[in-house]
Antibody
Framework: QITLKESGPTVVKPTQTLTLTCTFSGFSVSAVGEAVGWIRQPPGKALEWLAILYWDDDKRYRPSLKSRLTIAKAASQNQVVLVMANVDPLDTATYYC????????????WGQGALVSVSS | QSVLTQPPSASGTPGQRVSISCSGSNSNIGSNYVYWYQQLPGTAPKLLIYSNDQRPSGVSDRFSGSKSGTSASLAISGLRSEDEADYYCAAWDDSLSTVLFGGGTKLTVL
């Protein structure tokens, strides 16, 4: 059974750096075909894909946010980190991490989400 | 504004069949698989349909997906009150090198 859980600060000040951690079980992000992605959802709005990290360390980012985002494997084998620099109140959202398995192209399991507010 | 276009709302009465459309272009739906997600109020999205028309284990066969050209549809038959949720389509876009989500459709069961 695959599970994922997001963790990080609930409030971040504008211009600061946001670091979110996805802790997962039931798969290895180093196994062929596996990947972990991040998606966010501003309050009352649609889902917005941010980044994805593949098993071979290939990384893809949302073009409009590429300069501010970094996705990486953490020191722990079952964690992936998303770093967002220079946050703005418009970055206030629920942030989800999600799993992509070898049999699918997009996400088949999601974490419960973590609400992050950007406010001074 | 999403590149994958969905109607903002849909509705139906219990027992009815409802369809939700998702319109894209050659670089996304036209050349890649479409996925559908259900998001119940206050919860994380759940995969309903993958690879255009495949249901994950545990998803009711009342849900079905289809794709034709640059458009896709999600159909829900035998509508139930617990189907009231937001539904999102998604696909990879080759030109933008990004995952695209539709704007979401809020389904109301009358």
């Amino acid at each position: 059974q695959i599970t994922l859980k997001e963790s990080g600060p609930t409030v971040v000040k504008p211009t600061q750096t946001l670091t979110l951690t996805c802790t997962f079980s039931g798969f290895s992000v180093s196994a062929v075909g596996e990947a972990v992605g991040w998606i966010r959802q501003p309050p009352g709005k649609a889902l917005e894909w941010l980044a994805i990290l593949y098993w071979d360390d290939d990384k893809r980012y949302r073009p409009s946010l590429k300069s501010r985002l970094t996705i990486a494997k953490a020191a722990s084998q079952n964690q992936v980190v998303l770093v967002m620099a220079n946050v703005d109140p418009l970055d206030t959202a629920t942030y989800y991490c999600a799993h992509k398995g070898p049999q699918v192209v997009l996400f088949d399991s999601w974490g419960q989400g973590a609400l992050v507010s950007v406010s001074s | 504004q999403s590149v994958l276009t969905q109607p903002p709302s849909a509705s139906g009465t219990p027992g009815q069949r409802v369809s939700i459309s998702c319109s894209g272009s050659n670089s996304n739906i036209g050349s890649n698989y479409v996925y559908w997600y259900q998001q119940l109020p206050g919860t994380a999205p759940k995969l309903l349909i993958y690879s255009n028309d495949q249901r994950p284990s545990g998803v009711s066969d009342r849900f079905s997906g289809s794709k034709s050209g640059t458009s896709a549809s999600l159909a829900i038959s035998g509508l139930r009150s617990e189907d009231e949720a937001d539904y999102y389509c998604a696909a990879w876009d080759d030109s933008l090198s990004t995952v695209l989500f539709g704007g979401g459709t809020k389904l109301t069961v009358l």
